[in-house]
Structure formats: C-alpha cells, structure tokens
C-alpha cells in the first residue's frame, strides 16, 4: 500500500482531541536542521504564555548523537531561535520555531549554515536583496516509488502533466492544496504553486523575501510539507534526480535583485552580475547542493531543461542556461535575474549567501572570503 | 489489521451520545494500580455534585483477585482517592480521580508505593525537591509488533527517526497530539514531547513537579496515554526493551533538584548527591523497574545511550553514563542532574522516593531506612 499506517488512524478521534481547549498553555515546537544539512527535526515544549516576537522564546538544547550532530559522550547541543511562525497543525496560539544549531562550545554547528548568512546579509542590507526560490519536489508512496505511478512501471512519457489537471494528469494535489493553506496560515511567503513535468512532481514558490528571511521561509516551508505528507502518509522527496533516464530531476532555481536592479536601467546591474558569476562557476556549484555538487551531478546534465553542470551560460529566456534573464526583465531593462542552478535538496542560506558575495561584495575564486579578519 | 475492532466503531454515534447533557450528575472515573505495579485499572461512579477537592470525593472498594492483589475468599480492597483530573474524554465536569490501594486490614497494598513515597516527601518539604520524568514508550499495534513497521520486517536503521518529520519517519504523530491535548486539558504537568529514536517510539516529559505530585501526575499521564491509544486502536508499551537486538530501549530518565542545587553554587550539593549514588547503586536499580532490576538488564547494556547496569557513571553531557549533568547546569554551576537509570516502566513513587532517601536523608546500604 502507498500510503503509511499512521495515516490510517482516524482523524476524527484526533480531531477530538485537538478541540479541547488548553488554558494558557501554548505548544511550542522547535525546528531544526540536523547533521545531513537536509533532514528537519523538531520537538515541543509547553510555554505557560504566547510568545509574541522570537525574543520571547528561551533557547533549549537536545541530543546530537542521535542527530548525526554529535558523539554520545559529549551530545548536548543548543537550539537558538531564529524565526517564529504560526503552526498550522496545532493552531493558534501554538508556533512554530525555526531554530539555529550550536554545538557544546556554542560554535555554529557544521550545518549551521545560517550563522554566516546573517552576517553576510547584514553587511548587504543597503542593497535590499531579494529572493525568491522555486522549490521543486517529488511525492513517494512509502515504498520509494513515485506516488501515483503504477506499482511496478512507470506511467507515459512527460508532456501533458506540467501544470496538469485531471486524475491521469495530476498525482497527490491534494497535498499541494494543503500545504499551500498551512503556509499562508503559518505566515510563510508562499507566492504560487504548479504540476511540474513529471507526474508526482510539484512545485511552490517562496518569496519575495529580503535577505535572511529566504532561508528562513523556504526551511520552514519544507518542514510544513514534510508535516502535511505525514498527515496523508506520503513522503516529499527533496532529491535532485528521483528516477534516473528520461524523467525531469528536481531543482530550486532561485531568482534575485537587488534594489539597483530593480530601478531604471539595472539591467547593466544584473549583466555585470552574470558576468561575475561566470567567473565563479565552481564555488557556486559547490554551493548548490549538501554534496559539494555530487547530488547536482545527476541533475545538470544539460538536458531536461538544465544546463550542463560542467559549463556556465547564459541567455535571455533560455531554460537551458545556468542563468536564465525572464524575457521581461530583457524589454524593460530592469529587474531580476534567475539562477537555475541550486538543486531542489539546497540550502537555501548557502545559495542566497553565495549569490550575495559574488554579485555584491565582488568575491572571486574558490574560498568565501572570510570577514572577521 | 494492526488496529483493534473496537477503532472501527463509528466515532459519529458515539459523539452523538456523548453530547447528551448529564444534568447535576457527575462521572468519576476511579483509577489504581493493579497487583503486577505497572498496570492500571479503573472504573467509574456517579456523582450528584461536582467534586472542588479531593476531600469532596469518598472512599470505594473493588475486588482486588480480579486484579492479582487479592485472594477470592477475602478480595475486597479499598481505593482511597489521592489527586483528582478534569476528564479529557467524558470532558467538565467529569473527573478522574487517582487513587491508593489498601487491603482489607488498611495496610497499603504491595504495589501501592505512595504511601512510603508521601511519608518521605513530607520529611523534607523544606527542600522543595522538584523533579522531571522523561516518558518513553512504544506504539504497537494490536499484533504486539511496532505501529507502522512492515509487518513481517523491519524498518531501515535508526538515524533518521529521532525527533524526525515525514510519513517514512514518524510513526504515529496522531497520539501523541492527542496525548498532549489531553494531558494539557486534565491538569497534567506534561511539559514537552518528541520523537524517539526507534521508530514508532516516542517520549513526553512532565515536570516540574513537587514531592508526591510528580508521582501523581506521571501515573495519570500514563492513564491517559493508554486511553487515547485504546481509542486509536493502538497499544502503548513501557516495556524496556521491546525489540531485542540494535533497537533503543524504552527509559524514564528522572531529572532532579532541590532549592540548595537550583540556587547559586548548588552544583557542589549536586555533586555530593552524585557522590552518595554512587555508593548505593544497587539498591537504586532494584528501585527502578518493578521486577528489582531484571526488567532492567536488557535494556542498561552500555549501547544505545545507556550505561551498563553492573556499573555507575556520571558526566557531564554524556548519554552514556548512569547520571548526566547537563551542559548548561556544568557552566552556572547550579541546576539539576538526570538520573537515566530508571527504566520505562518504573513506578515513579518508587524512583522519587529512592532519590530522596539516598541524596537528601542521606540513607547508606541496601535496604532503606524505615522511620
């Protein structure tokens, strides 16, 4: 069967339970990143008041050992939060709380990614960064095959499913549908959604955000989803290239500005960004996926609407490019640019701090420049 | 079908009697501890007023052979209301009510353990000794094996399961929300929740609790925890070592204070605390499961993030040792220590209590001091 036992419980029983009224306690459940640098965590604590802005919330620890974080001799690891937000699941007054990770020194955790995007961001913030990230994903049943397609094959040939209606066109929109209503509801900048190529595959869209929020919207978005798969008993895989040979592997193509872009004439902004950009080829692949660019290599292959991942382009509404200029951003001569590089397992605090040290603070060759010298 | 026939009842009929207005009568749901120390019974009465206090609720009788306390020629046996909840279930203003066990003769009943717990919390009240309990526990379904694991398998090795979201990680969310609400609702101290690292295995927490409530509040909880599952179809299991083999156990690691240890400087009481478990480690494992320590032995191995059971160990951030110090308490030098020994299906009275005896009455030796 596709779809997981727990999903078979009956929500009408929760349903009871979620209806009794819980006084002044509030559910908090605190979200984070663990030692893969794509898998979530999360675990709650009863606070005997509603939090109202992040400063409101103590911070809190947990084990790393079990997170692949850290040794069970020396496993404590602090959970700092970063970015609060309705949950959609529990409901108000509960939230949910992104949280940063730091290890038993207080350092940064290894996949703490988010510590020196907030630095790098702060040193931006004249420039008023925009992104806006496309998270493309793929529906599994529970036993590892694309949800919807027949158990032991594959269905027809990609061509009528991309933003697809109907049963034999559209697979598990009802996931979609919910989890773009937890979003709006969570308070995250979800701005659209659509069927993608493959049957089972979708697509939503965060943004616009400025600086760190991106990071912060897109992971909590991805949590929402894992959360709203779980409730159906389906899984969201986050994998560059699910089914290898001719079906669409799964990207973030992440779109960005910057105020001067988005004025008069910042085209030659956006040109002379690309033009930095080409010359950064390799860090920024190495940006763009946990893997230092191993997931991405089953991906850019060059076909399937990627770009190769060996070589950097280019172009006006070109879909094949690493850099595509949306064809309306050519004719006004003002606007954003989309890198369609970042893979759809990304994180997306790598992705937009990158973006920011090679367009913005002009960094050239392979290492981050460290500021703190 | 891993769920029970009873799940399949039609929730709709049912909810539709419950909202039938009871007028001034009052349910009370009676709740005890049978004669094997880890099962709990309950039955119900009705009331013609809303019992405010314990006070208001009276003493009642069952039939303790029906429950392994009691021969059938003599079985009656007392229940003697000890702390009252608001009815999650049956909703206001239904109560559940906790209760003692006594024999016939008045003596406690062998597993009614919170007699001696009460005694020895009221010798040092003065202290404010506070605990938290970590619940752990595992959902199984009707057929004995874990919820949602392949029927005649195996899930793929722990790693991702821990604290873990998604349909291939969680198993079972469902309860514990439920769980939560209910706790929440009722009165329960229960102050957080998280996914355990076998899948199908969860934890709550409740605490912090003074002296005798944490006993309370810790049997309640568990009340509720296998209410809710009857109602999903599901079984909740505090055995401690469920599946043999590279699969966690289930624990009830018990946190704990005093005012001395939570004020500045207290990591110095702390420590001498460590110092007298230290000597007096045997006595607190036959303390910490209700068969004296060989519930125990397959779960305290020295894998898995415990210690081994013929050894005592303390640390700072180390899972593996017998007591931890939490990091944060280390540094301000003041705080609480964990104490992760005691297994899932401890009696919390007896675990209190032993705390007690050995950090703050300072007792030494096997046996506990009788007063």
Redesign the interface.
């Known amino acids: 069967m596709a779809?997981?036992?727990?999903?078979?419980?009956?929500?009408?029983?929760?349903q009871?339970?979620?209806d009794?009224?819980?006084?002044d306690?509030v559910?908090a459940m605190y979200i984070w990143i663990d030692g893969s640098g794509e898998?979530?965590?999360?675990?709650?604590?009863?606070l005997d008041y509603e939090p109202k802005t992040i400063e409101d919330l103590p911070e809190w620890?947990?084990?790393g050992?079990?997170?692949?974080q850290s040794e069970?001799?020396?496993?404590?690891m602090f959970l700092i939060p970063a970015a609060m937000f309705r949950d959609p699941?529990?409901k108000d007054p509960n939230k949910l709380v992104l949280c940063e990770v730091l290890k038993?020194n207080r350092k940064p955790a290894e996949t703490n990614l988010r510590h020196t995007c907030k630095q790098i961001m702060t040193m931006v913030e004249n420039n008023h960064p925009w992104f806006g990230m496309e998270q493309e994903y793929t529906l599994l049943g529970?036993d590892g095959h694309p949800f919807g397609w027949p158990s032991n094959g594959f269905p027809g040939p990609q061509g009528p499913y991309y933003c697809g209606v109907g049963a034999d066109k559209a697979y598990g929109r009802d996931v979609v549908e919910a989890h773009y209503r937890a979003c709006l509801y969570a308070g995250v900048q979800i701005c659209g959604t659509n069927a993608e190529v493959m049957p089972a595959q979708w697509e939503f869209q965060v943004g616009p955000c400025e600086g760190i929020n991106m990071g912060d919207h897109l992971w909590v978005a991805r949590?929402i989803l894992?959360?709203v798969?779980?409730d159906?008993?389906?899984?969201?895989s986050f994998d560059p290239k699910p089914i290898p040979g001719n079906w669409n592997g799964a990207g973030c193509h992440t779109n960005f500005s910057t105020k001067e872009m988005r004025e008069d004439g910042g085209l030659k902004v956006i040109e002379e960004s690309i033009e930095r950009l080409a010359k950064r080829h390799r860090y920024h692949i190495r940006a763009y996926d946990p893997k230092g660019g191993l997931d991405n290599a089953r991906r850019l292959t060059g076909h399937h609407e990627t770009s190769n991942i060996d070589e950097f382009s280019a172009g006006v509404a070109n879909r094949g490019a690493s850099i595509r200029i949306p064809r309306a951003v050519g004719q006004d001569k003002k606007g954003y640019f989309e890198d369609r590089r970042p893979s759809a397992n990304c994180d997306p605090y790598v992705v937009t701090e990158a973006l920011v040290r090679t367009c913005l603070l002009k960094e050239e060759g392979e290492e981050p420049t460290d500021y703190s010298k």
């Open positions: 779809t997981s036992t727990s999903s078979k419980l009956n929500k009408a029983v929760k009871q339970y979620m009794l009224p819980q006084g306690m559910q898998g979530v965590r999360c675990k709650t604590r009863t620890n947990f084990d050992s079990s997170t692949y069970g001799s020396n496993s404590d699941f529990r038993y529970t949590f894992h959360r798969c779980e159906f008993g389906v899984i969201a």
